[in-house]
């Protein structure tokens, strides 16, 4: 991390470890989906810890689930800071996205299945489940919660 990317603080901007997630999670969405993918969703986008200048980041990103034409992707970021050689890299910050692979009218298509190979692959599959579950609701809940608010303007007007 340079100079260029710190905020008022100093330390690095968030949105600047943000472009980081979404292009390891997009490398990684792009790569399972044989084809190009959008960011629909970023949730859970964590700062664990301060990224300062000089630090080395590592962006890790992990296709968790995939469903007919999206896919969640968990992405890690570690920092291993310039002034603590020989220290562990440290976690910075983490989040899920959901990426959908588009065909080339940029409308969704099929994505092949996730094929969990190891027991956290499996933990990861299965709360991106539990994630997508809420996400799908709460979106539900809201445009429900709207609709009855439009209605009821209707019959007010
Ligand atoms: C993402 C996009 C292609 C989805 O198009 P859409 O017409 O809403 O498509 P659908 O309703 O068929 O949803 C497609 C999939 O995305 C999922 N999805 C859409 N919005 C979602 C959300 N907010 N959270 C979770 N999943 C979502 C749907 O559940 C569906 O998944 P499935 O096929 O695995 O069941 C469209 O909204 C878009 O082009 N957005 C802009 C993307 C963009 O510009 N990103 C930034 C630059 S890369």
Redesign the pocket.
Known sequence: MSAHDTNLLGTVHGGVVMKLVDDAA?AVAGRHSEGPA????MDEMAFLEPVRVGDLLQVKAQVNW?????MEVGVRVVAERWNEAGRPAKQVASAYL?F?A?DAE?R?RLVPPVLPETADDRRRCQEAEIR?TH??AR?EAILELRRERAAADALDD
């Not at 959008?38 to 969703?41: D, I, K, R, S």
């Open positions: 997009g959008v960011t629909g969703a995939s469903g007919r034409t999206s959901v959908v588009v940029g969704p997508r996400r799908l979106r």
